[in-house]
């Protein structure tokens, strides 16, 4: 069930990277670029911390040609997709549902305690958005009011919490990375944000 998790993990993101790289009008080659940072940024950052290297897309060659699949049937299949940045939101959001309980279970594979293990989870979800974002000049989403890192620690909450009751792993892993994704839905079909703090432009006042 984590390998599986793992795969779809990595086909969402590089879908979702080919969709940003399409609508920046790139050529081929930038949108394998930016699949394939979209899919491993994330889980690379996640295995220099823990000091897994080579890092796992290194290891298995497997991961690389789930990207090269991904790009093309996003590429050829565009046309297919009606709303482009519907498509992208759910892809993202599938992809951080589903790198946050692989980002969990590597930090429990290396014996970290329940706090980091949830902030590898949240970075092994976001960071490979954040890499994709900055290289597509975007402002990262992590870095705007939308919930999107706060899902992947929720998500992370209940993964402990649902570990701790006598069910199935893999329901805990399906339960857990599901709510993730209904969190983030829920929060942008109900324009639900965090609160920001910026500066009234009529006035020095500071608001919340």
Do not use: Q, W
């Given at each position: ?43 690379t950052m996640r295995d220099i911390l823990i000091g897994a290297t080579p890092v796992f897309w290194m290891i298995n060659p497997e ?146």
């Open positions: 069930m984590l390998h599986a998790i793992d795969l779809l993990g990595v086909i969402a993101f590089s879908i979702s990277g080919v969709l940003v790289a399409l609508s920046k009008r790139m050529d081929l080659f930038g949108i394998l670029i930016i699949a394939f940072v979209t899919a491993t940024g994330g889980g991961y690389v040609y789930l990207i090269l699949i991904g790009t093309i049937f996003a590429t050829f299949f565009r046309k297919k997709i009606d709303y482009l940045r519907t498509s992208l939101f759910l892809f993202d959001t599938i992809g951080i549902g589903l790198y946050t309980i692989i980002g969990i279970e590597k930090g429990l594979m290396a014996g970290l305690s329940t706090p980091i293990c949830i902030a590898l989870g949240t970075i092994t979800a976001c960071f490979g958005g954040v890499i994709r974002d900055i290289l597509c000049n975007e402002i990262p989403v992590i870095f705007r009011r939308e919930i999107y890192a706060t899902a992947c620690i929720m998500g992370g909450i209940a993964f402990f919490v649902l570990k701790s009751l006598p069910i199935d792993e893999d329901y805990v892993l399906l339960g857990s990375g599901i709510l993730v994704i209904i969190i983030r839905l829920i929060a942008v079909r109900f324009t639900i944000s965090l609160p920001s703090l910026y500066r009234n432009e009529d006035d020095d006042e500071l608001n919340l």
